[in-house]
């Protein structure tokens, strides 16, 4: 077992890695008690060859050979279960990296069921029994035990093999470019950006008054910016119940914020609660066309609910018939806003889902479509065939 723990190891190990046609990638991190994920180890493994980990928590070494061996778009970057990967990459890295696969998606699609765990992956194609034991330990504690960086290792490891079935089956059924769809969206900055202003949307408040919204906005920005700055978790800097008090009854002052449920003493009584009623009065000063407003789900009328089940059954159809996991190919709001409108803007009604689902869902929708027993088993069947 390799660790890397210098920058000379490291900048060798990434000119090797940087000639092969893909590596498999993994990380271990903390993020209990930080804003931001932790990075902890980074794990790499060549087509062949021994694995090796690299230790971000080293003194003095300096990840830019790393980085830009994510970012050299002539070397195929595999992961499992990416979007975590990502995210921290793109923090650490301001980019992220490209082209990749991602073998949970890819697993998806070649009908292994929603989100598979790594686990249960290797145990299918591999036939290997990995140990679990090392997982949730605390990555960021050195020295590192053997058992740990074995764990740490074979996450690579058997990813290498993984990948290659996977790929085949995608080859053999022509679903390649499906999986690519999928990874554009896991490789667009939009997806990690986190946007302080619209950090009000997950806090939730009962009222209808704008000037609450107002208020909201302005102390969730506040709250996620100060988050950010510390990097500690959103509620270790004030709790959402606090948030949301200070929406409908705004403090104007030192005293008033004292007085806010489960406000901290010490933003209560310092400069940061200063800042705070700061940005609450000029939320308040706001014109109310400038107010957020929050975005109403639209119920379904009564009458479109046989029509939803009748959705949901033809998913299942398909789904079974395509061997695609059903939550890959539309999610329970996709079906609703289907239900209610023949444009909706979804995934559904796009790429490679609107040929496995979407368009035979708009045919049983106006009738083109039925479903129906045939020895016991629900099928969809073309009425004009």
């Not at 694995?51 to 300096?62: E, F, T």
Request: charged residues 25%; proline residues 6%; aromatic residues 8%.
């Amino acid at each position: 077992m390799t660790i890397i723990t210098d920058t000379h190891a490291l900048t060798a190990l990434c000119d090797t890695l940087s000639k092969e046609a893909y590596i498999t990638v993994d990380t271990e991190f903390l993020r209990d008690r930080t804003y931001y994920p932790k990075l902890c180890l980074i794990q790499v493994a060549p087509p062949h060859g021994s694995p090796a980990a690299i230790d971000p928590l080293a003194k003095g070494i300096d990840l830019s050979a790393f980085w830009a061996l994510m970012a050299n778009e002539d070397v195929l970057k595999i992961f499992h279960a990416a979007r975590q990967d990502m995210e921290i990459f793109y923090y650490e890295m301001k980019s992220l990296p490209r082209p990749i696969f991602d073998t949970q998606v890819a697993a998806m699609v070649c009908g292994y069921g929603e989100q598979i765990g790594y686990h249960n992956l290797v145990s299918d194609i591999c036939n290997t029994v990995l140990d679990k034991g090392p997982q949730f330990t605390d990555w960021s504690r050195r020295p590192l035990s053997d058992k740990q960086l074995r764990y740490a290792l074979d996450d690579v490891t058997y990813l290498r093999d993984a990948y290659l079935y996977l790929n085949e089956t995608l080859e053999k059924t022509g679903r390649t470019d499906w999986v690519k769809q999928e990874m554009d969206v896991l490789t667009s900055p939009e997806t990690y950006q986190n946007n302080p202003a619209d950090s009000w949307e997950r806090i939730k408040v009962r009222s209808q008054k704008p000037r609450v919204y107002c208020v909201l906005q302005a102390v969730a920005a506040w709250r996620e910016t100060e988050a950010q700055r510390r990097n500690v978790p959103r509620n270790r800097v004030i709790r959402d119940d606090a948030l949301a008090d200070m929406a409908i009854h705004p403090p104007s002052s030192v005293a008033d914020l004292k007085k806010v449920r489960n406000m901290p003493p010490d933003i209560s009584q310092s400069a940061q609660g200063e800042a705070l009623l700061k940005a609450i009065a000029e939320a308040n000063e706001s014109p109310k066309s400038q107010c957020p407003v929050p975005q109403k789900k639209e119920k379904m009328p009564q009458e479109l609910k046989p029509v939803l089940e009748m959705l949901k059954m033809l998913l299942r159809i398909k789904s079974a018939e395509s061997d695609v996991a059903a939550k890959l190919i539309a999610s329970s709001s996709d079906l609703q806003e289907l239900a209610m409108r023949d444009d909706a803007d979804i995934a559904a009604l796009k790429g490679w889902r609107y040929e496995v689902f979407g368009k035979d869902a708009l045919d049983l929708k106006h009738g083109r479509i039925a479903l129906g027993l045939d020895n016991g088993h629900i099928q969809a069947s073309r009425l004009d065939d």
